[in-house]
């Protein structure tokens, strides 16, 4: 039986207390706006959107499901927040965005419904805020087409990311509400991979992401030490 019960309340109610602000560029989610093209077109030089059907999971007020749909794909978004799915299915509307739509669901549950029926499966910035994120791994494995692309995104576990995403990103420069993230949820990408092995997703490439607070500036590079991406392939 699929696990459909991989989540946290608190967690939830946290991204719920804030959904009215996700399409706020500069609220708590500025962060979210910032990094997207960059997350968004290296996704799509790994795997070109147009014409395939993705699925966004936790994808929160529909940030990324929005432009992947605007690439041309045809985009379902799902996530447990029902108060951030409904911002998102708003914007939807009132941006006039074809293409993209939206579902209360867990991974687990949907990998149960629809197995294999997605080219492109992403995950950015949820795996930290599971109970299990090996169940979401696996979830995200039996949603993706054999060939097709999954990619992942979290935060590495050591002093130097506690320093720079915990501290430094929630307390010092306040880019983040407090407490958004818990020390002990971060992921070494060690274990990422491993999850991955286990579900016969084979590691493509890695990126990190950093920040510099005097330019307020995001960028990639293969420094994965704290925020960091995983691009995968199904066997």
């Not at 959107?49 to 929005?66: E, H």
């Not at 939807?92 to 294999?116: D, F, H, K």
Request: charged fraction near 20%.
């Amino acid at each position: 039986m699929p696990i459909t019960n991989n989540f946290d309340p608190a967690e939830l109610a946290k991204f719920s207390d804030l959904a009215h602000r996700w399409w706020d560029t500069e609220s708590e989610f500025r962060p979210l706006h910032q990094i997207n093209p960059l997350r968004l077109d290296w996704i799509e030089s790994l795997h070109p959107l147009k014409g395939q059907r993705v699925l966004d999971v936790g994808c929160g007020g529909g940030i990324l499901s929005d432009s992947m749909a605007r690439k041309g794909a045809q985009v379902l978004g799902i996530d447990l927040a029902s108060k951030a799915l409904k911002v998102a299915q708003l914007h939807a509307l009132e941006a006039q965005t074809e293409g993209v739509s939206y579902q209360e669901i867990s991974a687990e549950a949907l990998a149960a419904e629809q197995p294999g029926s997605f080219d492109v499966v992403t995950c950015m910035e949820m795996l930290e805020h599971v109970p299990d994120p090996s169940s979401v791994v696996r979830a995200c494995a039996a949603l993706v087409k054999p060939g097709g692309h999954v990619f992942f995104s979290t935060i590495n576990r050591n002093v130097k990311a506690f320093l720079l995403a915990i501290v430094g990103a929630e307390y010092v420069l306040q880019l983040l509400p407090r407490g958004t993230h818990e020390y002990a949820k971060l992921i070494k990408p060690s274990e990422l991979a491993g999850f991955c092995r286990s579900t016969g997703l084979d590691l493509q490439q890695t990126r990190g992401m950093h920040y510099n607070p005097l330019s307020r500036r995001y960028w990639l590079d293969a420094d994965t030490s704290v925020n960091y991406m995983f691009a995968t392939t199904k066997s």
